[in-house]
């Protein structure tokens, strides 16, 4: 068998391992074993545990960022629409793989070289969401949305839609359900798109006594 | 000096030590020092350094909750005033006390018994939030929003402000400010309200093809 489809192997049984036991009660031996590989064969390819969970990590990174790119990929939609596919793909990959999900929650708190790995994807999609509400404004012909005021909004869209992923995923048992993945994006764009708009429109909610 | 003022010292020492170097790397030394006491009254009162810790992630969870529940006290209000002011309370709170909420973000990857107290604190405040919603879904006669839906716009509303709070921390250098808060709360509730109001008037955003 290539070694390219024997690592496969090995970063699939390893994301299961360290999601559901953590980095420290993952066991080497159950990894090698639920991979259908001897140890040293692991340690062979992924050097050691720590390489083998960031070898994981970067894996999970890279599939949850080409998700969210891949969603947003389709520049001439209305900012509405590109960010209710960017939505929908996001949580059709978060309850596609909650083991990879979970590996990247685990990693945000397992040490500095994980954690930076995560926050820097945390950064590169909080700048394409940052890019995607730019463009609404710019569409709204709403010049003066501040940028503070925009990169606000989109770490708070980035904030609200990883709690409704923790929270579907807590729900649901059932595997990869694409409808049950639209319905958490229609829940988050019926939270957030009619607010956006209104702003984006100079109608922003005011608080009281302005 | 009485006991409880000394052991205040100490909690108010050592949640900025915990905040700014974490759990492990967190000396009891400086903490004494800090305090003005012994290293050996520091061990006397608070027993170890696991305790000092859960002492200190008990008392920002409370003073943290105690803030949301002071903020959304006043029943006779209108949700979106309600709302706006626990917002207002909540940011106001985390841009005051950026070291106390340091030490709830440092809890959550600290291992189980301290992970269950900021796990319990969310679900606290989840609950506020969420019997919020309930209660401006009723007022605005819309009694078939589903408790799935409200409990799924709890947890965004909650996970948005997280970060948001994280992000105003991390932008601003200067103490407790009033204004910037607001400014926080008013960024999040522009994000949110006009889309939780249509909702609740039963003019959910609408997917493309329906």
Partial sequence: MPREVRERQML????????????????????AEAAGVSKPLVYLYLKSKEDLFMACVRREVGALVAAVREGTRERELTADQQLWRGLTAFFAHTAARPDGVAVLYRARTQGE???REVAAM????????????????????????????????????????????????SRSCASADSSSAKDTAATLMNFCWAGLENLMTGRPWMAPGH
Avoid: K
């Avoid at 699939?12 to 990894?31: C, E, L, N, P, T």
């Avoid at 394409?128 to 770490?155: K, M, N, P």
């Fill in 12 to 31: 699939d049984a390893a994301v299961v391992a360290f999601a559901r036991h953590g980095y420290q009660a993952a066991s080497m031996d159950d990894i």
């Fill in 113 to 115: 070289p994980f954690a």
């Fill in 122 to 169: 945390r950064v590169e999609i909080v700048t394409i969401v940052t890019a995607l509400l730019g463009q609404a404004a710019q569409d709204a012909g709403c010049g003066e949305l501040a940028e503070r005021e925009v990169s606000g909004l989109a770490h708070a869209l980035v904030g609200a839609a990883e709690s409704l992923a923790e929270w579907a995923n």
